[in-house]
């Protein structure tokens, strides 16, 4: 059974930071592309970055460029997003998702389109 679950959101002051991490068990996560998508209080759900299975690359939403970072830990089997100088508008419910793909992931950013697996999310509020 596949299942991916999130941590590490909370409350911080706006320029402040959090790390989340998503742990998967059921899949190795090297084989699949990983996303990290928010959905803020009355809106609709969008991908905010995600890394390749197979070379690494990682695509960002222009919201979070230079502020985000995604990384996979291996032999963790957990993938992290590092987010720093936070802004209220980055509050919201994170989750993240996995979809089995050899090919770059960066239209699921761009374009917003979802992934197979997902988790139950973690909340993030930026507020003072």
């Known amino acids: 059974q596949v299942q991916l679950v999130e941590s590490g959101g909370g409350l911080v002051q706006p320029g402040g930071s959090l790390r989340l991490s998503c742990a998967a068990s059921?899949?190795?996560?090297?084989?699949?592309?990983i996303g990290w998508y928010r959905q803020a209080p009355g809106k609709q759900r969008e991908a905010v970055s995600c890394?390749?299975?197979?070379?690494?690359?990682?695509y960002y939403t222009d919201a979070v460029q230079g502020r985000f970072t995604i990384a996979r830990d291996s032999a963790k089997n957990t993938v992290y997003l590092q987010m720093n100088s936070l802004k209220p508008e980055d509050t919201g419910v994170y989750y993240c998702a996995a979809e089995s793909t050899p090919y770059d992931c960066s239209n699921y950013v761009y374009f917003n389109y979802d992934m197979n697996y997902w988790g139950k999310g973690t909340p993030v509020t930026v507020s003072s």
């Open positions: 890394i390749n299975s197979k070379d690494e690359l990682t």
């Open positions: 059921g899949l190795t996560l090297d084989y699949y592309a």
